[in-house]
């Protein structure tokens, strides 16, 4: 019993963890560069390309391990190091992620030459966690929806996302 509420508790920090992951966690370290951008709509626009690029590409990779562009070409710093931390885990724990994670909706929140900040609203209700054996040991009280706060600097080559945090407003 007590190997059940270990593993109860092990699928319940992942899960936790697959929202933060989703968006991320990190501190900047990649150099701002002046965007360029005509206005705030366009530097949102950006923003909300690069978060449904890595969106997109992490739901990719769950099928298929080799997929391009990875997911971590979109992260930067200690967002990197947390994705990498969390796929090991996860692995010494016998357990995968199935099943993609869908953007509702983003809105701009705020915008400075070198950064932005977009809220997004997440559904996760088809993202499941399965051990091993295919079973899935997906909590049934984790919700399906979650809205995050996303922060991705404009930095050369590209924009990368440096941060995301758990909103506080439903979606």
């Known amino acids: 019993m007590a ?6 508790a092990m699928v319940g920090a992942v899960v936790l963890t697959l929202a933060l992951v989703t968006a991320c966690t990190p501190d900047p370290e990649p150099t701002p560069t002046p965007t360029g951008f005509a206005s705030e709509e366009e530097a ?9 690029a890595y969106v997109d590409a992490l739901n990719r990779s769950r099928t298929d391990a080799s997929a391009v562009p990875p997911p971590e070409s979109f992260l930067s710093g200690d967002a990197l190091t947390q994705s990498i931390e969390v796929d090991q885990q996860l692995a010494d724990a016998g357990l995968q992620l199935v099943g993609p994670a869908v953007v509702i909706g983003i809105q701009g929140i ?10 997004a609203c997440m559904d996760y209700t088809e993202a499941r966690v399965v051990d091993s054996a295919g079973t899935d040991v997906t ?3 984790r919700p399906n929806r ?4 996303i922060e991705v600097v404009f930095a050369a080559p590209a924009p990368l996302i440096v941060q995301s945090n758990v909103g506080d407003q439903e979606c």
């Open 3 to 8: 190997r059940r509420t270990a593993r109860g």
């Open 110 to 119: 705020e915008w400075r030459a070198e950064s932005a900040s977009i809220g």
């Open 146 to 149: 979650a809205s995050l706060i």
């Open 139 to 141: 909590p049934a009280d």
């Open 44 to 52: 949102f626009a950006a923003a909300e390309a690069t978060y449904r």
